[in-house]
C-alpha cells in the first residue's frame, strides 16, 4: 500500500516529491479532469525556498519566478510607511521569490512525473469519503462519468484545500468559509516594475488596497509579468456567494475608485487595462480546528489551516507543511503516530498564524496608523517608524519567517541521509 493525497495543488505534489526524497510510496489523486496552469501571484518566504532547494527546484523556480528584493508599504496618497529589504538581500540564507502560481504548479507536476513517473497523479478522481481500518484507510473517489474508485492506503492526506472533503468529513458542523468584508480584483499584466526590479509594493489603508509585484524575470525590454490586487471592504457581509472565490469580473466592479490613483512610479488604472484577465476573491478563511488528524487520515495546506493571505503564509506553510510531515514520517513510518506528530509540531503555531492574519497580518500596523489620524495627527506625525519596526519583527518570528532564527535553524529533514 502507498500513501494517498487528495488534491494536487501545491502542497499535494509538495508532499509527493517529499515522499519520493524520502522513499515512501505515494499516488496523488486530484478532482479536475486536467491540471492547468491556473492563478495569478504568490510570493514564497525564504522557509519555503529552503525546502524548495533541497527538494532540487532551484533553477525551476529562477526560471519561472523572480526573487523578491523589497517590501514596502504606502498610505494613501503614497505616503511611506515601511520599506525593508527582503530574501538574501535582508540576509537570509535563502531568497524570497515571487512567481505565478499557475506556472509555478505547472514545473512542480512536471517534476512529479519525471521523478515518480507518469501515473503518479491520477486526475478526474474527486474524493467523497474515507473510511479508517485498524491497519489501513479506505478512500473512495468519484469520476466526472460516475464511476467510483476505491483506494486502500497505509495513509490519506487530505490536500484538498479550503473546500475540502476531508475536513468536510472530520468535521460536519464546521459552517461556511469566514468572510471578513473585504473583496480582492486580482490579474496579471505586463509592465515595467513599480520602484525596483524586484519591489512588492502595498498603498493604502483599511478600507482600500492596490498590491503589485513582478512574478516572473525581465525581457529584453525592460518589462516583466505583474501580479495586482485591488482590495475594497465592504459593509454588507451578505451581499455575495462565499463559496465560489475564484470567478471572472471586470473592472468595472471596482476601478471607479482607483481611477486616480497615478503616482510617478505606480500608475494603477494603466496596470489594470492591461490585465490578461480578472478574478474576483473574497476574502476568506475557516476557523482554526483542534485537531488535524483522525486515525490514519490528516489534513495539509488550506485544508488543515485556510487562512486569509496576509504576509504570503498560505502557499509558504503549505510547503512547510509536507517537509514536516516528511520527517515525521521518516521516524514514525506510515502510521498514525506519524500523523500525530506532524499534529502536535505545527498545529498550535499556525492556528495561531491563523488568527494574526485575521488582524491583518503585517498590514495590521494600519490600525495604529489610521486610529492617531482619527485622533488629529497628521499623516507623517501617525507613522511612527519604531513602532512600525517593532510591529513587523513580531509578526516574522510569529510567522516563522524571522531572519536569525530561521538562518540558525536546522534542515526539517537531514538532507543526503545515509
Known amino acids: 500500500m502507498t500513501v494517498a493525497v487528495a488534491g494536487g495543488g501545491i502542497a499535494g505534489l509538495t508532499f509527493a516529491l517529499t515522499c519520493h526524497e524520502i522513499g515512501v510510496d505515494v499516488q496523488v489523486y486530484e478532482s479536475v479532469p486536467e491540471l492547468k496552469p491556473l492563478g495569478v501571484g504568490i510570493n514564497l518566504q525564504p522557509n519555503a525556498v529552503r525546502e524548495l532547494f533541497q527538494l532540487g527546484l532551484e533553477n525551476d523556480l529562477r526560471e519561472v519566478g523572480i526573487e523578491a528584493e523589497e517590501w514596502s508599504l504606502f498610505y494613501y496618497g503614497a505616503h511611506p510607511i515601511w520599506t525593508e529589504p527582503r530574501g538574501t538581500v535582508a540576509g537570509y540564507r535563502w531568497p524570497q521569490f515571487s512567481v505565478h502560481r499557475g ?7 512536471q517534476r512529479v512525473r519525471e521523478r515518480l513517473g507518469d501515473d503518479a497523479v491520477v486526475c478526474d478522481a474527486r474524493l467523497t469519503q474515507f473510511e479508517n ?9 468519484t469520476r466526472s462519468d460516475g464511476t467510483e474508485l476505491k483506494v486502500d492506503a497505509e495513509l490519506l492526506i ?3 484545500g479550503i473546500h475540502s472533503t476531508v ?4 468535521y460536519p458542523d464546521q459552517g461556511d468559509v469566514n468572510w471578513n468584508g473585504a473583496i480582492m480584483w486580482r490579474g496579471v499584466s505586463r509592465g515595467e516594475p513599480p520602484r525596483t526590479n524586484n519591489s512588492f509594493v502595498l498603498i493604502g489603508g483599511n478600507e482600500q488596497r492596490f498590491v503589485c509585484y513582478p512574478v516572473e524575470p525581465l525581457d529584453e525590454q525592460g518589462e516583466t509579468l505583474l501580479n495586482w490586487i485591488a482590495e475594497l471592504r465592504f459593509d454588507d457581509v451578505e451581499m455575495i456567494d462565499k463559496s465560489d472565490w475564484n470567478r471572472s469580473a471586470t473592472a468595472d466592479a471596482f476601478m471607479s475608485e482607483f481611477l486616480d490613483w497615478k503616482f510617478d512610479w505606480l500608475d494603477v488604472p494603466g496596470i489594470v487595462d492591461r490585465s490578461e484577465g480578472i478574478w474576483e476573491f473574497p476574502m476568506v478563511d475557516r476557523e482554526p480546528v483542534d485537531r488535524w488528524v483522525d486515525g490514519r487520515v490528516a489534513l495539509m495546506g488550506d485544508a488543515a489551516h485556510a487562512m486569509f493571505p496576509h504576509g504570503s503564509g498560505g502557499a ?4 512547510v507543511d509536507t517537509r514536516v510531515l516528511g520527517a515525521c514520517l521518516l521516524e514514525h513510518g506510515e502510521t498514525p503516530e506519524a500523523l500525530l506528530a506532524y499534529e502536535k509540531e505545527l498545529l498550535q503555531a499556525v492556528n495561531e498564524l ?20 482619527a485622533e488629529g495627527k497628521s499623516i507623517e506625525d501617525a507613522i511612527d517608524p519604531e513602532a512600525v519596526a517593532d510591529f513587523m519583527a513580531r ?6 519567517t524571522a531572519r536569525d532564527t530561521l538562518n540558525a535553524s536546522p534542515p526539517i529533514i537531514e538532507p543526503n541521509r545515509g
Open 103 to 109: 506556472h509555478f504548479h505547472m514545473r512542480l507536476l
Open 133 to 141: 481500518h485498524p491497519d489501513h484507510v479506505t478512500a473512495s473517489f
Open 158 to 160: 487530505g490536500a484538498d
Open 167 to 170: 475536513r468536510q468529513q472530520m
Open 316 to 319: 509558504t506553510q503549505g510547503i
Open 354 to 373: 491563523v488568527i494574526r492574519n485575521r488582524g491583518e497580518g503585517p498590514m495590521g500596523v494600519l490600525f495604529d496608523i489610521e486610529d492617531r489620524i
Open 395 to 400: 509578526y516574522k518570528e510569529a510567522a516563522g
